[in-house]
């Protein structure tokens, strides 16, 4: 059956009530039942839940084959936590595991053989990089692996779509009964907004710490009466790979340009008044607008109303300036950022249902005015690819990028035309991780593009004097740089599936072909 982005979605995945996308906003107004997690009572009076190892801890909650197992990606390339958890499962003889994990990356490489082995046979996540990534493209993984955005997960979990067995929270400073935050230890991870909602929903709730500290640890990010059991290492992650320093801005030229670009279209909408939202990526160019966004803030004598997503220390830093009400943040990227948190009044913590989820009664990212999003590849329909590779493998993230899209009353795209040798403009997109409807404008470095569905920029932008072409004709300029690519060669087998926000099917990642020179 083919969906509202044109991709054709096989019938056997739309069991049990699943749809097909059919539009950013096609779910409003359903109602569900949330799901409750089975949990044990502790009324006799415990004077600590340390256990004295992972595996204690794993056997204290009754770890088994077929379980599913939760993690949260705060500490990015850093992470050891996974797998610590996961190595000890495969020594107590566990198979048939899934992984429900906010994200993974390059830190978590060695589950990649337990795949290969068949241990791990389930892998929901938001997303995959890495040698995991390579392997659930070859196909490796017994059933497709299932993407979902950093809304889509907790709206996921609290539909009971996910039911964790047994969720592991990487701390970077915990008490003894559990208490634990992101900050005052040796692996400052700052935000722990995604691992709020797995400790909420899971029947069991593991926290691994290598900072312990005085009970109570409080205020806390994911709190004892959710906790089961704590236990304490060595070191939970590498904090040279937890967080980078101070998010650099680019200095390159065409990506300055990009970024002026995208303030000037921010200006020339209505929607660029005092009181006004804001959340942009970690990219060069999209980065860069807090350059441009200042000036002109300061210019017409007004502040953002409140700013969210991953933070940075340039948006910190503009809290600091008081351009910036407040800051609304569910991960940080850089030590300026984990160093702010809980530190500077107005930098707050939330999860990542209240960040994005569209099945709660209030996500914030659908009170943005704007987001500036990066792309790896943007189609003539204005559909985003930030999950797979121009080879079909799969190294990306959709992340908070269809929420936000989805979301917002201005989203702009920025990228370059070409990447190297590959137009990042082009006819169709590799996958669909963020629905054309959802987008709004595309800047790169030849040109403003503006979907047609949005006749009322094209109109803001005429007045202002803004110059625009049609991404028809920004894909051709690509085209006539770098070639028009050959179509990708699949197998008949699902790899993975893109899920949209509201849970339906937006596009499936199949197995790669071998490429013949024949």
């Known amino acids: 059956m083919k969906n509202a982005v044109g991709r054709e979605i096989p019938d056997y995945l739309l069991t049990g009530g699943r749809e097909v996308y059919q539009g950013k906003n096609h779910m409003d107004g359903r109602e569900f039942t949330k799901a409750a997690p089975t949990v044990k009572r502790y009324e006799t009076p415990r004077e600590t839940k340390l256990a004295s190892s992972i595996r204690e801890a794993l056997e204290q909650c009754g770890a088994k084959s077929g379980m599913t197992f939760s993690f949260h990606h705060h500490l990015r390339d850093g992470d050891y936590v996974m797998n610590l958890v996961m190595a000890e499962a495969v020594a107590m003889g566990l198979t048939d595991l899934t992984i429900a994990a906010s994200s993974t990356g390059a830190a978590h490489d060695p589950i990649a053989q337990y795949i290969k082995d068949g241990i791990v046979v389930g892998l929901q996540t938001s997303g995959i990089r890495g040698k995991m990534g390579e392997v659930v493209s070859q196909g490796y993984l017994k059933t497709p692996a299932i993407l979902r955005s950093h809304g889509g997960r907790p709206r996921a979990i609290e ?14 400073t915990a008490d003894k009964m559990g208490n634990c935050k992101g900050w005052g230890g040796k692996s400052d991870c700052g935000s722990m907004g995604y691992a709020m909602t797995d400790a909420k929903y899971a029947d069991k709730v593991v926290v691994i710490t290598d900072c312990l500290v005085d009970y109570p640890n409080m205020p806390a990010s994911v709190e004892a009466i959710d906790v089961d059991a704590v236990v304490v290492v060595d070191e939970i992650g590498n904090p040279k790979k937890i967080a980078s320093a101070a998010a650099r801005m680019t200095q390159n030229p065409r990506d300055l340009m990009m970024a002026e670009d995208c303030a000037r279209v921010m200006e020339a909408t209505p929607y660029f008044k005092d009181g006004f939202s804001f959340q942009t990526g970690v990219g060069g160019p999209s980065l860069a607008v807090n350059r441009f966004l200042e000036n002109r803030m300061v210019e017409k004598g007004i502040k953002m109303g409140f700013a969210i997503g ?70 003539t329909d204005f559909n985003v690819n930030v999950l797979t590779g121009s080879d079909g493998v799969l190294r990306g993230a959709p992340g908070g990028h269809p929420d936000t899209a989805a979301g917002s009353k201005c989203c702009i795209i920025v990228t370059p035309l070409v990447r190297g040798r590959m137009a990042t403009v082009c006819e169709k997109v590799v996958t669909v991780t963020t629905p054309g409807d959802c987008v709004d404008v595309g800047v790169t470095d030849y040109g403003i593009a503006v979907n047609p569905l949005r006749q009322d920029i094209i109109g803001w932008l005429d007045a202002a004097g803004i110059k625009h072409v049609t991404i028809e004709s920004l894909k051709e300029k690509a085209y006539s740089m770098v070639g028009r690519p050959e179509e990708l060669q699949w197998e008949d087998k699902v790899v993975a599936v893109m899920e949209a926000r509201d849970g339906t099917i937006l596009d499936v990642v199949r197995q790669i072909k071998p490429y013949s020179f024949d």
């Not at 539909?159 to 970077?172: R, S, T, W």
């Open 159 to 172: 539909a009971g779509e996910v039911h964790i067995d047994i969720a592991f929270v990487a701390a970077p």
């Open 310 to 379: 991953g933070i940075t220390t340039p948006m910190v830093e503009l809290l600091k300036k008081g351009l910036v009400g407040k800051v609304i943040d569910v991960q940080d990227f850089d030590l300026g950022a984990v160093e702010s948190i809980g530190r500077t009044p107005g930098h707050c913590e939330m999860s990542a249902s209240q960040y994005a989820n569209p099945a709660n009664k209030g996500a914030f990212v659908n009170q943005l005015d704007f987001v500036i999003l990066a792309a790896l590849e943007v189609d």
